[in-house]
């Protein structure tokens, strides 16, 4: 799965943060934000079959922080 740097602008859709699964949703044409929760810069595009691996991300950022 290819990863975007904040500061690309992307195509629309939900994108993961690569470290603490975090969603955000970027409208076509937006640049990604650096995560708003952990600072990281890399996220993923959320497809149906990393959704659950990302879902998972964010439950154990959760119960660690
Ligand atoms: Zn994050």
Same mark, same amino acid.
């Given at each position: 799965?290819?990863? @975007?740097? =904040?500061?690309? +602008?992307? $195509?629309?859709?939900?994108? =993961? @943060? =690569? &470290? =603490? ?9 937006? +640049?990604?934000?650096? @995560?708003?929760? @952990? +600072? &990281? $810069? ?7 079959? &990393? ?6 991300? %964010? %439950?154990?950022?959760?119960k660690n &922080?």
């Amino acid at each position: 799965m290819e990863k @975007c740097t =904040c500061g690309t +602008t992307v $195509q629309g859709g939900t994108y =993961c @943060c =690569c &470290n =603490c699964g975090l969603q955000i949703d970027v409208k076509e044409g937006d +640049t990604l934000p650096p @995560c708003p929760r @952990c +600072t &990281n $810069q890399t996220f993923v595009k959320e497809t149906a079959e &990393n959704q659950e691996t990302y879902a998972e991300k %964010r %439950r154990e950022y959760e119960k660690n &922080n």
